[in-house]
C-alpha cells in the first residue's frame, strides 16, 4: 500500500472513513489527525496526481461528502492536486499551518458555499445592473458573505458564490426558486453545496 496521501480538505479533530470513488482510483477516503485537526486523505501513487476533469470531479464530490456528515460541521478544503509523501509530512504541514486552518474552521462553521449564475440570452436586452441589485439584495439578505460577480461570459448577468448558514439553505434555495419565476426569460443556475472554496485563504508549502 503507497504511503502518499492525497488531500481533499481539513475538518476538525475526528475519526472516520468511508468507501467511494477517490482521486487517482482510489476507493476509500479517511482521516489523519494531527492534534485539533484532522486531514481528510485517500491514498495515492505519486506526490504528483495527473490533474484531469475526472478527478477534480471526485475530489468536488468527495468534499460534499465529508460536508453532508452530520459529525462534520466545517471543512477548509484544499486546493485540487496536494498530495503529501507519507503521514508524517502531512502532520507537519498540519502543525505549521494549525493557527490558519483553526482560524478558517471559526469562520466557516456551519456555512455551505452556494453558486448562482443568471444567463441572459443572446438576442435579450435586460437592465442587467437592475438584475443585479434586486438579485444580489436578495440573496444578500440570507448569505453570510458572498464574492464579487465574476462576469467571464458576455452572456452572464450575475456570477457570485455566497456563504450561507446551513440552516438557511432551504430558504436561500426557495429564494433563488421566486427568482427563477420572476426572471423566466433568463435561465438560472444554482449549485452546491460546495466545500467554501472561495471563503478561506490558506496557502500551504509544497508537497513533501
Not at 436586452?125 to 442587467?128: A, G, L, N, P
Given at each position: 500500500?503507497?504511503?502518499n496521501r492525497y488531500v481533499y480538505g481539513v475538518v476538525e479533530k475526528n475519526d472516520f472513513e468511508f468507501d467511494t470513488d477517490a482521486v487517482a482510483g482510489g476507493d476509500r477516503v479517511y482521516t489523519v489527525t494531527y492534534r485539533t485537526l484532522s486531514a481528510v486523505v485517500s491514498d495515492i501513487d505519486t506526490t504528483e496526481p495527473e490533474r484531469t476533469d475526472e478527478d477534480s470531479k471526485r475530489h468536488d464530490e468527495v468534499l460534499r461528502e465529508v460536508l453532508e456528515r452530520d459529525d462534520v460541521d466545517a471543512v477548509v478544503p484544499m486546493q485540487f492536486?496536494?498530495?503529501f509523501k507519507?503521514?508524517?509530512t502531512l502532520k507537519s504541514v498540519l502543525r505549521g499551518a494549525r493557527r490558519a486552518f483553526t482560524k478558517a474552521l471559526n469562520e466557516v462553521d456551519g456555512h455551505v458555499e452556494l453558486g448562482v449564475k443568471i444567463v441572459v440570452g443572446e438576442d435579450d436586452?435586460?437592465?442587467?445592473e437592475a438584475i443585479r441589485e434586486d438579485v444580489g439584495e436578495r440573496l444578500s439578505d440570507i448569505a453570510e458573505s458572498e464574492t464579487e460577480d465574476d462576469l467571464f461570459s458576455d452572456r452572464l448577468a450575475l456570477n457570485r458564490s455566497y456563504l450561507v448558514p446551513t440552516d438557511d439553505r432551504?430558504?436561500?434555495a426557495e429564494e433563488v426558486?421566486?427568482?427563477r419565476e420572476e426572471y423566466d426569460e433568463l435561465t438560472v443556475q444554482y449549485t452546491g453545496p460546495w466545500a467554501p472554496y472561495n471563503f478561506v485563504d490558506i496557502?500551504?508549502?509544497a508537497q513533501g
Open positions: 500500500m503507497s504511503s492536486g496536494m498530495a507519507d503521514n508524517r436586452e435586460v437592465d442587467r432551504e430558504a436561500f426558486g421566486e427568482l496557502h500551504i508549502g
